[in-house]
Structures are given as structure tokens and as C-alpha cells.
């Protein structure tokens, strides 16, 4: 197991991309799976993976690229983000690359069940501003002070994790307005992104 993988497996540092190409990685050669208490992980072929659009592979590719501005110090992954840097943004080069410098491992559940559970996050960042700009110029509405919230599941258990949002009308819990209607009649509450 090269020292990448261990890398890998340690931080879990992958960017969606290449999540998806390794959850859906089900053949393999015959070297001994790792197990993790969570997780089975067994080398495979790059051929063992599902197709990828060359469109998807670019995109795909763009974002896992863009990681490397906070993964080029380090030891592990400096080099191959360096060597990720000259790489033109053609699905042909991206395929070598790739297959020159990653390895692929399938991943199964720790009981070696190929049905699992693989989540991912992703908070984006905007730059604001509390005062319309050039730049911020695109208004971003907060929560409304009447906003009211019930959670169904305090009555009806069966409804885990289900919540109805909006706003009183005498005694009458009704939805806010839509986005177009909000876009009309603007908001008391906002903030600019650009």
C-alpha cells in the first residue's frame, strides 16, 4: 500500500470526484483488502471503474485541482499537486495523469456489504456586503423575525427530521411568499453577495 493511500485513508482528504470514482469501483486484483473499522478497501483497476463523460471528467477534474492550493505544502500530496498544475484541461491528458499518478481501491462496508453510506459536505463561501455595490450586487435574504418552525416529529414520530416553516396570519400558519414574489416586494432583512 503506497503512502498516498495511507494519506488518503488518514485524512480523507478526497474531493467528491474522486469519491465517486472510488465508491463505484467494484473489481479488483488479487492483493489482500485493508480493513478499516468502518470501511473495506481493495486495489482495483482504473478499468474496473464506471465510464465517466469526458465533460464530467474536466469538471471533476477542475475541482480536485483546486484543492491542491491548500494540499501543495504537503509531504504527501505536494508533488502530485505540482505535477497537477501543468496538466492541460483535456479528458485525455486528465486520464493519464490520473492514471499515472493515483491508484484506485474499492470501497465496500466493513462487513464487505456493497451497500454503504458515502457523505460529503459542502459550504460554500461568498464574499458580502451590508450595502448594495457593483460587486455586491446579488441580495441575499435572512430569516424572517416571524418565521415559525414545527417540527412534525414532536407530534408524529414517523415524520423524523420533517418541518413546516411560514408565517402567522391571524391563526393561520401560512408559506412565505415565493422567490418572485420576494424579488417584487423585497425584504426587511439583506445582505449583498457579489
Known amino acids: 500500500m503506497n503512502s498516498r493511500f495511507k494519506a488518503w485513508r488518514q485524512s480523507l482528504a478526497w474531493t467528491l470526484p474522486m469519491v465517486a470514482l472510488l465508491a463505484g469501483c467494484t473489481g479488483g486484483d488479487n492483493k489482500q483488502p485493508k480493513t478499516h473499522a468502518l470501511a473495506t478497501y481493495s486495489s482495483a483497476t482504473w478499468e474496473a471503474l464506471p465510464a465517466v463523460s469526458d465533460n464530467d471528467l ?31 484541461q483535456n479528458a485525455s491528458d486528465i486520464r493519464g495523469f ?24 459542502y459550504e460554500p463561501v461568498y464574499p458580502g456586503s451590508l450595502t448594495q455595490t457593483t460587486t455586491a450586487n446579488i441580495p441575499v435574504y435572512g430569516v424572517p423575525d416571524d418565521m415559525i418552525i414545527v417540527a412534525l416529529d414532536s407530534i408524529y414520530p414517523e415524520l423524523k427530521g420533517k418541518r413546516l416553516r411560514g408565517r402567522l396570519e391571524g391563526r393561520v400558519l401560512k408559506p412565505y411568499d415565493d422567490a418572485a414574489t420576494i424579488e417584487t416586494k423585497g425584504s426587511r432583512r439583506r445582505w449583498w453577495r457579489g
Open 98 to 121: 490520473l492514471k499515472q499518478n493515483l491508484d484506485v481501491y474499492g470501497l465496500r462496508a466493513a462487513n464487505d456489504n456493497a451497500n454503504g453510506l458515502i457523505t460529503g459536505y
Open 58 to 88: 474536466v469538471a471533476g477534474f477542475g475541482s480536485w485541482r483546486s484543492a491542491c492550493t491548500r494540499l501543495k505544502a504537503d509531504p504527501v500530496w505536494g508533488g502530485t499537486c505540482a505535477a497537477a498544475a501543468n496538466v492541460a
